[in-house]
């Protein structure tokens, strides 16, 4: 059982370029979300999405799209990436409610 | 919309010290709360979460909460730390998703007090 996936761990990308960020549970849960991790800023919601076929924005929702076509899988895009992306990407999945959250590990993405 | 203040960007204590960090919240329901660690260069690890019931709830790592409704409070404590205990600590407010059916939740989070231990 591995949980949540998160791939790559580490990526550099140049500005102006694509690139699709990749997370995935085998837990069978409905509630998958990206959060963004900044120094001094916690973690900051970008996308969530409670079944598949269903996406919502969340706090910071500009430069990113996502699309959940299974309950599997939940990638987060970045269609031109800009420095500002820079920054460490966490997926996180949960069910039922008292269960809490399960983190995947972080992709640590740097935009130059 | 709901919220979570750490009031303390860093906090350092000597080993063996007591340690108390601070989580004030803002929802207009019923919260559920929690409380996450993060090693350097790591994910993050749930401590202890409270739904409901007894307000004083125990987690791992020896670390305890204690829900104040009346001060919109969570405070994390510890009543002697380790050196290991050196990290960054998030407390988050969890809400219930509209029409989830499965009774799904979003963490919102704070931005996280980061512990030193001087030995």
């Known amino acids: 059982n591995a949980g949540v996936t998160q791939t790559p761990k580490f990526h550099i990308l140049k500005t102006g370029q694509s690139m699709t960020l990749q997370c995935a549970q085998d837990?069978?849960?409905?509630?998958l979300s990206w959060y963004r991790q900044d120094p001094g800023m916690g973690l900051r919601r970008i996308h969530y999405?409670?079944?598949?076929?269903?996406?919502d924005k969340g706090e910071v929702p500009d430069g990113y799209n996502v699309s959940r076509s299974n309950t599997e899988d939940f990638p987060l895009r970045l269609e031109s990436a800009a420095p500002s992306q820079t920054s460490v990407y966490f997926c996180?999945?949960?069910?039922?409610?008292?269960?809490?959250?399960?983190f995947g590990s972080g992709t640590r993405l740097t935009v130059v | 919309a709901q919220s979570v203040t750490q009031p303390d960007i860093h906090i350092t204590v000597s080993e063996g010290a007591s340690l108390e960090l601070r989580c004030n919240y803002s929802?207009?329901?019923?919260?559920?709360l929690f409380w996450y660690v993060q090693s350097p260069g790591q994910g993050l690890q749930l401590l202890l979460k409270?739904?409901?019931?007894?307000?004083l709830v125990q987690g791992i790592k020896g670390f305890e909460a204690e829900f104040k409704r009346s001060q919109s409070s969570f405070n994390l404590r510890k009543p002697s730390v380790h050196w290991s205990d050196a990290a960054e600590y998030f407390c988050?407010?969890?809400?219930?998703?509209?029409?989830?059916?499965?009774?799904?939740?979003?963490?919102?989070f704070g931005k996280g007090t980061k512990l030193s231990v001087i030995p």
């Open positions: 837990m069978n849960h409905g509630y």
């Open positions: 929802y207009g329901a019923t919260p559920y």
């Open positions: 409270y739904f409901s019931g007894d307000t």
């Open positions: 988050a407010v969890g809400a219930l998703v509209a029409y989830s059916g499965a009774g799904s939740y979003q963490l919102t």
């Open positions: 999405s409670v079944a598949a076929g269903i996406t």
């Open positions: 996180a999945s949960s069910y039922p409610v008292r269960s809490g959250y399960t």
